[in-house]
């Protein structure tokens, strides 16, 4: 089965080698290449945590797309937003290698709907490619999850019908508002990274956590359409290969070809 991660990280940062080991892999493409052959992953999307400057963000175009990531890069050193900043994000979007833009409003303590992101929504809909927006639970207790609850997804997306929007993992944990948002937005799908972290014991997983478990499976079916549903891992923080069957264990086996390929393909016209 064709499987595309429509989420994962290649960070920079001294301890990524070290988060990888932690899950049995390293931080390397090449590391990454061999993994995706042996697990049929054809291709991922990179959600960028480097610069603004497109030579940042360097790829193996056979392997890789990526979403210039407006985190700590949408402000500068003093606090303010940075000159030039819907430029900066275009020069990105005209690159074929850029298959969307990724938000952080979290870790930005900025609420979607705040108009310095106005320019980024209309450049996303005129090349056509999506907003992802992380939602949910933060990695840093300085973050602030009230910016980043699938409900400041929904004003955005309501307010924007013309532009693509990606709720990224699935807003864990306020599961049933991530259903709502998508139940309601024809324009937003999700993704399904970043649900486990480091290496699991799948059976004892299911058994010990059977009543999240049961919420997720829930939720995702209370939404009601598998075609708005994305594969992602999330990756370096999991195992790749007990990622792809814990999302097997989720999604009803007649909709994985959908989940796992099609629609992260379709989304961010991977051409895959």
Same mark, same amino acid.
């Given at each position: 089965m064709k499987i595309i991660d429509a989420h994962l990280h290649l960070f920079q940062d001294p301890d990524a080698e070290k988060m990888a &080991?932690?899950?049995?892999?390293?931080?390397?493409v090449e590391h990454l290449r &061999?993994?995706?052959?042996?697990?049929?992953?054809v291709h991922g999307v990179i959600m960028g945590n480097r610069s603004l400057n497109p030579e940042d963000h360097r790829y193996p175009p056979d392997l890789f797309h990526y979403c210039i990531g407006l985190d700590s890069s949408l402000m500068n050193s003093g606090g303010a937003m940075v000159p030039d900043l819907a430029e900066k994000v275009e020069?990105?979007?005209?690159?074929?290698?850029?298959?969307?833009?990724?938000l952080y409003p979290g870790y930005n303590k900025i609420w979607l709907s705040d108009p310095l992101y106005e320019p980024v929504y209309e450049l996303a809909a005129r090349y056509e490619k999506p907003v992802a927006v992380h939602m949910g639970l933060t990695?840093?207790?300085?973050?602030? #999850?009230?910016?980043?609850?699938?409900?400041?997804?929904?004003?955005?997306?309501a307010d924007h019908p013309g532009t693509q929007f990606v709720l990224c993992h699935f807003g864990n944990p306020f599961l049933e508002s991530a259903a709502a948002v998508l139940a309601k937005n024809p324009n937003v799908s999700a993704d399904l990274s970043g649900f486990l972290e480091g290496r699991v014991n799948l059976a004892r997983y299911l058994t010990e956590q059977a009543g999240y478990v049961s919420l997720l499976r829930t939720w995702l079916m209370a939404s009601g359409d598998w075609s708005r549903f994305l594969f992602g891992t999330d990756?370096?923080?999991?195992? #790749?290969?007990?990622?792809?069957?814990?999302?097997?264990?989720?999604?009803?086996?007649?909709?994985?070809?959908?989940?796992?390929?099609?629609?992260?393909?379709?989304?961010?016209?991977?051409?895959?």
């Open positions: &080991q932690g899950t049995g892999h390293h931080n390397s &061999q993994a995706y052959g042996e697990l049929e992953i020069a990105n979007l005209r690159r074929e290698t850029c298959c969307g833009v990724k990695s840093f207790p300085q973050a602030h #999850l009230k910016y980043c609850h699938p409900l400041a997804l929904d004003e955005v997306a990756w370096p923080i999991v195992n #790749l290969g007990e990622y792809v069957e814990f999302i097997k264990n989720l999604v009803p086996e007649r909709h994985w070809a959908a989940v796992f390929h099609e629609n992260a393909n379709r989304v961010y016209h991977l051409g895959q």
